[in-house]
């Protein structure tokens, strides 16, 4: 096995990425496929708020000689706002887990069907068969599944027209979730024997403040590291951010994000890895055996 670098410059590793068990458009093993021929060594499968694609990417990536990380990316709240946790789950989704998975697909179907009442109003015939007919596995449905069919139904232009109009921030389709509040996910997390990620901090918009309160009471919570490198981002916020996590001792990861072919983003693109103390997620004890280090004596 390859054993993974001790810095955050390590190409061959993306912590963050999605399939058709979500929001993604690749089938987990055409994801493990495509991670392969982009020279990547040691990846995550993170679907939202689900595990269901794990199993099969677990299969395929042992085909192609990848090492794969199970995990889900989890909605949650904080402050009145919702925020995203990425749970490793290295001995897999013990039961506290799949019981919260299961409870927010409940939530979600539930989302789904006031969703599409709102939309019908809006002239989308059969809102909810419309989003489902695009979707080829069986798992709840998205606003991106929705904004789809907007645009098959000839509602809408474009996807982007789609979420300005009907589904983004305070429009007809934005329903908003109940989502668990952060110590309870990370409950979940920690009850699995996993590692909790704050995914993509400067994605939230917040002040450099508020975004030492949400990692303050991450790091209260159980929460053991946070993205540094996510896609490609401001180097000036990726150093001040490595400044926040070396304060509270957080361990740092790297993701792309990934969702579909054909956008700005593919497995393993992440922003250059910043001069940093910052420890890399993968020297976390738990993933010993998923960075190669089994049988070797760990860095200080």
Not at 37 to 51: I, M, N, Q
Not at 67 to 90: I, M, N
Request: aromatic share 4%.
């Amino acid at each position: 096995m390859i054993s993974l670098p001790d810095t955050l410059a390590a190409p061959g590793v993306d912590l963050h990425m999605h399939s058709t068990a979500s929001d993604g458009a690749l089938s987990p093993a055409a994801l493990m496929a495509l991670c392969q021929s982009r020279g990547l060594t040691h990846v995550a499968l993170t679907d939202h708020d689900s595990v269901a694609g794990v199993a099969a990417a677990a299969a395929a990536a042992e085909r192609l000689g990848l090492t794969l990380l199970p995990g889900a990316e989890l909605s949650v709240q904080w402050r009145g706002l919702t925020v995203h946790v990425l749970g490793y789950l290295p001995e897999g989704a013990l039961a506290p887990m799949r019981e919260g998975l299961a409870a927010q697909a409940e939530a979600r179907e539930a989302r789904n069907l006031e969703i599409a009442r709102r939309l019908e109003a809006v002239g989308l015939d059969d809102a909810l068969a419309r989003a489902r007919a695009g979707v080829t596995e069986e798992r709840p449905l998205g606003r991106p599944d929705f904004a789809r069919a907007l645009v098959e139904a000839g509602v809408v232009p474009d996807i982007a027209a789609a979420f300005k109009r009907y589904l983004g921030a305070g429009k007809r389709g934005d329903v908003k979730m109940h989502w668990p509040y952060l110590g309870e996910a990370l409950g979940w997390i920690r009850a699995s024997r996993g590692v909790a990620v704050l995914a993509h901090p400067l994605r939230y918009k917040l002040t450099r403040r508020k975004r030492g309160l949400l990692l303050d009471d991450f790091a209260a919570a159980g929460g053991e590291g946070a993205e540094l490198l996510s896609g490609f981002q401001n180097p000036d916020e990726t150093r001040d951010l490595a400044r926040q996590l070396a304060e509270r001792g957080l361990l740092a990861s790297r993701g792309s994000d990934f969702h579909f072919p054909g956008g700005p983003l593919a497995p393993g693109t992440v922003s250059d890895a910043p001069r940093t103390p910052v420890t890399p997620l993968w020297h976390h004890p738990s993933l010993a055996a998923f960075a190669g280090r089994v049988g070797r004596a760990s860095p200080n």
